[in-house]
């Protein structure tokens, strides 16, 4: 123990590490400066009149909408929720899988798991008309706007972040002696050798207090300027929220019930496990790779390749073997504005980026195994 903490301390005596992370949080502070003020007055409002009238659209709640004091936002709210009807008692999957199944239509293979997939969606929906979740206020005509940003850029963001400071803390950590040239006097014992494990471990609980105090710095500024009271028991699935997908709109369709908390809370542990399948991914290369800076350069080549082989395949119309290569871990983190939901051309399974980072954290781990074995049995002069 006393060594993973010799580890930490290395790390986080960086001072690059905080000036980077600084530059982080500042970047993430300017994406909430970005945000109108007047679209922050409308969320905040419409979060206090689902407070105080509850977040089902129903008879009761009209009737005291309408007895609000008028007030321009009061009015658009109104007049945004008269006539809402339940859009998923006669919502047909069908349109959705023959749309995807004309755009994979050269890959037979890709037809079928795309048309299996929609198949299974219809029983969501019907589950989802049983519970009226569609019929849930979640931030009126401000859902889908303050959704993309939460999720899709602030969200994303810190992601991304997070990935960057997980595999550069990882290689910096494994690379230490390299750069310092001790490598060889340490690994001249076999208990020397021993110390990359302790520093593949060491660098996980480090990446996930690195993406804990991110997401906390991040997220907490944008909760303090928007009301989120009123709005966490909304369904996720609400009417006023959706999905675009190769410029084809959906309802926000997810596998499960999500309230807006549960979503979140859902979509934060579902971060945590990307940001550690990305460090031993780190730890891989990093291993495997002597030479930190040609390490980060290996890593650098998986990620944006793989984005690049993804587009490849497309452009090809192999479409097969694009939903297979939507099993990586890049491509789990430029879906998360969505995830829990079927996400249109980029999977293929229900809860397919769930089952992803699953699988991408047994893969790398299993990965970084065998190249910490490797090394053992390797020359280290």
């Known amino acids: 123990?006393?060594?993973?903490?010799?580890?930490?301390?290395?790390?986080?005596?960086?001072?690059?590490?905080?000036?980077?992370?600084?530059?982080?949080?500042?970047?993430?502070?300017?994406l909430i400066a970005s945000l109108s003020p007047y679209d922050r007055a409308f969320f905040n409002e419409t979060s206090q009149t689902a407070k105080a009238l509850g977040q089902r659209?129903?008879?009761?709640?009209?009737?005291?909408?309408?007895?609000?004091?008028?007030?321009?936002?009061?009015?658009?709210?109104?007049?945004?929720?008269?006539?809402?009807?339940d859009i998923f008692e006669t919502y047909d999957t069908g349109e959705l899988a023959d749309f995807y199944a004309g755009v994979v239509e050269k890959s037979?293979?890709?037809?079928?798991?795309?048309?299996?997939?929609?198949?299974?969606?219809?029983?969501?929906?019907?589950?989802?008309?049983?519970?009226?979740?569609?019929?849930?206020?979640?931030?009126?005509p401000a859902t889908y706007g303050s959704h993309q940003f939460l999720f899709g850029s602030l969200f994303r963001a810190v992601l991304c972040e997070s990935a960057i400071l997980a595999m550069l803390g990882t290689l910096y950590l494994l690379g230490y002696e390299g750069m310092?040239?001790?490598?060889?006097?340490?690994?001249?014992?076999?208990t020397g050798r021993k110390l990359r494990r302790l520093k593949v471990l060491a660098a996980l609980p480090a990446s996930a207090a690195l993406y804990g105090l991110l997401t906390v710095c991040s997220l907490a500024?944008?909760?303090?300027?928007?009301?989120?009271?009123?709005?966490?028991?909304?369904?996720?699935?609400?009417?006023?929220?959706?999905?675009?997908?190769?410029?084809?709109v959906r309802p926000f369709l997810t596998w499960g019930d999500f309230t807006v908390a549960q979503y979140l809370a859902a979509a934060l542990a579902l971060g945590a496990v990307l940001t550690a399948v990305f460090s031993l991914l780190a730890s891989v290369c990093g291993t495997?790779?002597?030479?930190?800076?040609l390490?980060?350069?290996?890593?650098?080549?998986?990620?944006?390749?793989?984005?690049?082989?993804?587009?490849?395949?497309?452009?090809?119309?192999?479409?097969?073997?694009?939903?297979?290569?939507?099993?990586?871990?890049?491509?789990?983190?430029?879906?998360?504005?969505?995830?829990?939901?079927?996400?249109?051309?980029?999977a293929v399974l229900p809860?397919?980026?769930?089952?992803?980072?699953?699988?991408?954290?047994?893969?790398?781990?299993?990965?970084?195994?065998?190249?910490?074995?490797?090394?053992d049995r390797k020359d280290v002069s």
Not at 2 to 18: D, H, I, M, S, T
Not at 332 to 339: K, M, P, Q, V, Y
Not at 354 to 374: D, F, H, P
């Open 288 to 293: 495997l790779v002597r030479n930190p800076y």
């Open 108 to 140: 037979p293979t890709a037809v079928k798991w795309m048309t299996g997939k929609y198949g299974l969606l219809a029983e969501r929906v019907a589950h989802l008309a049983q519970t009226d979740a569609a019929m849930d206020l979640y931030a009126g």
């Open 351 to 375: 809860w397919q980026e769930t089952i992803v980072a699953g699988l991408n954290l047994l893969l790398w781990g299993g990965g970084a195994l065998l190249a910490l074995r490797r090394f």
């Open 221 to 248: 500024p944008y909760f303090l300027l928007y009301d989120y009271s009123g709005i966490w028991d909304a369904s996720v699935s609400s009417q006023f929220n959706y999905f675009s997908d190769m410029l084809v």
């Open 1 to 30: 123990m006393n060594l993973a903490v010799y580890e930490w301390q290395k790390l986080f005596r960086l001072p690059a590490l905080w000036a980077f992370l600084a530059l982080c949080l500042a970047f993430n502070g300017l």
């Open 295 to 346: 390490a980060a350069l290996v890593l650098g080549i998986l990620c944006f390749g793989g984005m690049g082989l993804v587009s490849a395949f497309g452009e090809l119309g192999w479409w097969a073997a694009y939903l297979v290569a939507c099993f990586q871990p890049v491509m789990i983190w430029l879906s998360c504005s969505a995830w829990f939901t079927e996400l249109g051309l980029t």
């Open 180 to 190: 310092h040239r001790t490598e060889g006097l340490i690994c001249a014992s076999r």
């Open 57 to 85: 659209v129903d008879e009761d709640f009209l009737a005291g909408l309408d007895a609000m004091p008028a007030t321009e936002n009061r009015d658009l709210l109104l007049q945004s929720v008269t006539g809402m009807e």
